[in-house]
């Protein structure tokens, strides 16, 4: 049942609902997108030749892992998974550990196709970086 937060003439307002649907079409979409970002900015750094600022590593992991955890917790709301006590936090710090331990324990051998599709999103926008660095670096080379 959703939360109330009073009535509203004779129903009850949905506060859990309000953005539902939009975040629910638009975390796949914030790890992708969040993924593509900091490989294609790997790639252009390279490609130009140069080296990347000190802090990037930290903002790129930090910003992939905050767009799994949106991912997660809507996930976890379609499927009545429980948070614990300072979830987000172990999010942050063992994603890659947590993540597919629920998709495999919820869905089981289902769970492996979103693992892999992870997977191959990351794989193909690392090769986009490399492929832009090596675009960049012919470009520039003439």
Same mark, same amino acid.
């Given at each position: 049942m959703a939360e109330s937060d009073g009535m509203v003439g004779d129903a009850a307002r949905n506060v859990e609902g309000c953005n539902a649907t939009l975040i629910q079409a638009?975390?796949?979409?914030?790890? +992708?997108?969040?993924?593509?970002?900091?490989? %294609?900015?790997r790639g252009a750094?390279? /490609?130009?030749?140069?080296?990347?600022?000190?802090?990037?590593?930290?903002l790129a992991n930090f910003s992939v892992s905050m767009s799994i955890i949106l991912w997660?917790?809507?996930y976890s709301r379609q499927h009545h998974i429980a948070w614990v006590l300072d979830m987000g936090w172990f999010l942050l710090i063992a994603? +890659?550990?947590v993540v597919p331990y629920y998709? %495999?324990?919820?869905?089981?051998?289902? /769970?492996?196709?979103r693992i892999g599709l992870f997977c191959l999103?990351?794989?193909v926008t690392w090769v986009?970086?490399?492929?832009?660095?090596?675009?960049?670096?012919?470009?520039?080379?003439?």
């Open positions: 638009i975390a796949p979409l914030l790890v +992708i997108g969040s993924l593509l970002l900091w490989n %294609l900015v750094y390279a /490609g130009f030749g140069r080296e990347l600022p000190d802090s990037f590593d930290l997660f917790w809507n994603w +890659i550990v998709l %495999l324990m919820y869905e089981g051998k289902r /769970g492996l196709r999103a990351y794989v986009a970086g490399i492929g832009l660095g090596i675009a960049l670096r012919v470009m520039t080379a003439a």
